[in-house]
C-alpha cells in the first residue's frame, strides 16, 4: 500500500486549499481512509475520516463546517477540501489507511502518506 499526498502550500488566513492522496496497491471500495494532521509539539490527531462500509464520517470539532472529505473511487484518490482556513490550521496534513474502521484514532492507522506541509498566515 502506499499512499502520496499533495497539494500543500502557503495560504493567508480565510484561504482555501485542497490536498490530494492518490492510494495504490489499495482498493479504496471497501476501507476506511482519512486525513490527520501534525503540528510542531503536539501530539498527532484525527480530522476527518471515511469508512466506506455504511458510509460512515467522522470529523474533528476544530474543523466541522471547514473542512470536507471527498473521494474519487476511479481515480484511487482521496481529498480534503479545506476553507476558512487559521493559522493554527498549521501543521504537516497526513492521509491513513486502514482495512478497519477506527474513527479518528490515529493510532490505529497502519499505513501512512509522508504528509504534506500546510501553513496558514
Known amino acids: 500500500v502506499q499512499l502520496v499526498e499533495s497539494g500543500g502550500g502557503s495560504v493567508q488566513a480565510g484561504g482555501s486549499l485542497t490536498l490530494s492522496c492518490v492510494a495504490s496497491?489499495?482498493?479504496?471500495?471497501?476501507?476506511?481512509m482519512g486525513w490527520f494532521r501534525q503540528a510542531p509539539g503536539k501530539e498527532r490527531e484525527g480530522l476527518v475520516t471515511?469508512?466506506?462500509?455504511?458510509?460512515?464520517?467522522y470529523i474533528a470539532d476544530a474543523v466541522k463546517g471547514r473542512f470536507t472529505i471527498s473521494k474519487d473511487n476511479d481515480k484511487n484518490t482521496l481529498y480534503l477540501q479545506m476553507n476558512r482556513l487559521k493559522p493554527e490550521d498549521t501543521a504537516m496534513y497526513y492521509c491513513?489507511?486502514?482495512?478497519?474502521?477506527?474513527?479518528?484514532?490515529?493510532?490505529?492507522?497502519?499505513?501512512w502518506g509522508q504528509g504534506t506541509q500546510v501553513t496558514v498566515s
Open positions: 496497491g489499495w482498493s479504496m471500495k471497501t476501507q476506511c
Open positions: 491513513a489507511a486502514d482495512e478497519y474502521n477506527h474513527g479518528l484514532a490515529w493510532r490505529q492507522y497502519q499505513h
Open positions: 471515511m469508512y466506506t462500509w455504511g458510509g460512515r464520517t
